[in-house]
């Protein structure tokens, strides 16, 4: 598995595109693959911070959500804006929806064979 994070509008998407070649691939945008049939050999995650949002307001387990796919599609490309930089949220929701985010990324770093930050789309390695 591969994480690839970075700011907002960086061009994450294609960095990893272009530098995989991973034509031809399945983007989920928002979204993870919930079974295998719908999944191909190359997945993108494209904007796994929106899924985890989603996920946390209809009270569901982003955390072992994204575990068991990680441990099903090892692999996949998970890509995520890093949202734990500015102002911390006045709304509670907003800071525990930062705070699962934030961990669930270290989780994911720990565990990925690659990490890369992203800006203006130029890649830095970091793992």
């Not at 960095?15 to 079974?35: A, F, H, R, S």
């Not at 955390?63 to 804006?81: G, H, K, L, W, Y």
Request: aromatic share 8%; glycine share 8%.
């Amino acid at each position: 598995m591969k994480l690839v994070i970075g700011g907002y509008a960086q061009g994450k998407l294609n960095y990893v595109l272009q530098k995989y070649d991973m034509e031809p691939c399945q983007i989920w945008d928002g979204g993870i693959p919930m079974n295998k049939s719908e999944q191909r050999d190359t997945v993108v995650i494209n904007h796994l911070h929106h899924w985890i949002k989603s996920r946390i307001a209809e009270d569901g387990f982003p955390e072992e959500e994204i575990f068991a796919f990680v441990e099903n599609c090892p692999n996949c490309v998970i890509i995520s804006d890093e949202v734990g930089n500015g102002i911390v949220p006045i709304e509670a929701f907003e800071r525990e929806y930062r705070e699962r985010t934030g961990r669930i990324l270290v989780e994911l770093a720990k565990k990925a064979e690659e990490v890369e930050r992203v800006i203006c789309g130029i890649g830095q390695k970091i793992k």
